[in-house]
């Protein structure tokens, strides 16, 4: 194995391997399309250029190095004195290309960096760059025989202008920084537990769509923001589509969108595993952080109602309604219960942050207040340290500590051990409940059945849990 991976790295492809004891051993290789001509991001550091491929380039981020430049903005932060990134709520590990280069030191005196968040196999980083220039289709030239012991580059190649520049091999660069699996679990060792709560504030999109309407959807849900081409936009069985990384890509427009005049269409890009979903919008207007506190319910389907967002009354988007007119089997869209009174405190512990930024408003939004962690292990740190809730919303599958243990740990004893449990699963079928009812789970539904979710909870809580 230690031939293919070598071999695979040198054409700029990954191989990751996970095995799990008693079921097997899984290799997920990814080689790039073409192995003669990729397309890079050129970089600098300690000035000089570098080639990064743009098969494991996930996104740029501007970040400050100190105090926010401004709402909403990215900062670098340490812990146990390694670099970090908040990064949509998850902690992303930074390399700074300069010092791992021995360029130069690493103390400019801008207030802001330039971070390159690179897949490496199934985890990420990010490489601090001083500089981004523009992306272009490069020749891959071998790298000279006295370089090959340096595994932080896979090849050389010559750039319009004549000069020669060496491209950076991400995982040479996590090897040698030593970034990689259980890199987060080792920064958040001994830290405090974060949770999500419905009263923090909230990173927003802000956009118009509809008339010129100021609305406004959780940041964390959306994977990236892009302006096509309007002659890029083709129907498929009459609605309109793209093709967007290789697939056809759904478009979704609110209130059938504008008039068509302008030669772009900004969008929303909405992913989770295999599924994306476009929704045209008329401007991308800004991103604040604010708390998403809907005071008016909404009048139609599409919105969860209006809050109060950086000084101004906003419509805030009902992302899964949308997605189910994209993909109807997505997960079902039925209609918004109105705020109760009393606001009960809910736990949401789910391992996917697409599943908590949609869950948290929603609960919010049906009168709940809700704090969202992202494993069974930090809900019961939060138990440990003292803090109590009405109930708690349990996924089933999830790293660590399953849902089902995590049930048994609460009703073998302390102080959550009569808070109602209720389970949201893909599976939901008769055999999976009565499993998740002798685990000790309330209830049992199925993932983002809203309505279904909202009705357990409000029954529950009025009843007392029987251990």
């Not at 899984?26 to 991001?41: D, E, N, Q, R, Y």
């Not at 970034?179 to 927003?204: C, F, I, Y």
């Not at 500590?401 to 949201?424: C, E, H, K, N, Y």
């Not at 789970?441 to 983002?448: E, H, I, M």
């Amino acid at each position: 194995m230690d031939v293919v991976k070598t071999n695979i790295e040198k054409i700029g492809g990954t191989i990751d391997l996970k095995s799990t004891v008693g079921q097997g051993t899984t290799f997920t290789v990814k080689i790039p399309l073409t192995l003669a001509i990729v397309s890079a991001l050129i970089v600098e550091a300690g000035k000089e250029r570098f080639a990064i491929p743009q098969l494991s380039v996930v996104e740029l981020v501007r970040a400050s190095r100190g105090a926010a430049l401004s709402s909403g903005s990215s900062v670098i932060e340490r812990i146990n004195d390694t670099p970090v990134l908040r990064l949509r709520s998850r902690l992303l590990p930074l390399v700074s290309l300069t010092e791992l280069l021995a360029l130069g030191s690493d103390d400019r005196a801008e207030d802001s960096a330039h971070v390159v968040v690179a897949q490496v196999g199934q985890h990420m980083m990010g490489i601090i760059v001083d500089r981004v220039f523009d992306t272009e289709e490069i020749v891959v030239k071998p790298v000279a025989p006295i370089l090959r012991h340096v595994t932080m580059f896979s090849g050389n190649t010559i750039l319009g202008d004549g000069s020669v520049i060496m491209i950076l091999d991400p995982n040479g660069i996590a090897r040698a920084s030593g970034v990689g699996a259980g890199s987060e679990a080792k920064l958040l060792r001994g830290a405090p537990v974060e949770a999500q709560s419905s009263a923090d504030k909230t990173a927003m999109l802000l956009f118009r769509a509809g008339e010129n309407q100021r609305m406004a959807v959780p940041l964390g849900l959306v994977a990236r923001l892009e302006d096509i081409p309007r002659e890029k936009i083709e129907l498929s069985c009459g609605a309109p589509v793209t093709q967007y990384r290789g697939k056809l890509m759904p478009l979704i427009a609110i209130d059938g969108g504008d008039d068509g005049q302008k030669p772009t269409q900004p969008l929303l890009v909405f992913a989770d595993g295999d599924r994306t979903m476009g929704l045209m919008v008329d401007e991308i207007v800004d991103v604040v952080e604010d708390s998403l506190d809907i005071e008016l319910a909404a009048g139609r389907p599409g919105l969860l109602g209006t809050a109060v967002i950086g000084g101004q009354a906003t419509d805030v988007l009902d992302t899964g309604y949308w997605l189910t007119q994209a993909w109807q089997d997505w997960f079902r869209s039925v209609p918004r219960q109105g705020t109760a009174p009393g606001q009960p405190h809910i736990l949401l512990v789910d391992d996917s942050e697409f599943f908590r930024q949609l869950t948290v408003p929603m609960l919010g939004a049906a009168g709940f207040r809700v704090t969202a962690v992202g494993s069974a292990t930090e809900a019961l740190r939060l138990r440990d340290t003292g803090c109590m809730f009405d109930a708690i919303v349990s996924d089933i599958e999830m790293p660590e500590m399953d849902g089902m243990q995590f049930a048994r740990t609460i009703r073998s004893g302390g102080a959550w051990v009569r808070l109602p449990l209720i389970a949201m699963t893909a599976h939901s079928d008769t055999d999976n409940a009565r499993a998740g009812r002798e685990a000790g789970f309330t209830d049992y539904v199925g993932k983002f059945e809203r309505e279904a979710l909202v009705a357990s909870l409000r029954t529950n809580l009025t009843e007392p849990v029987v251990v």
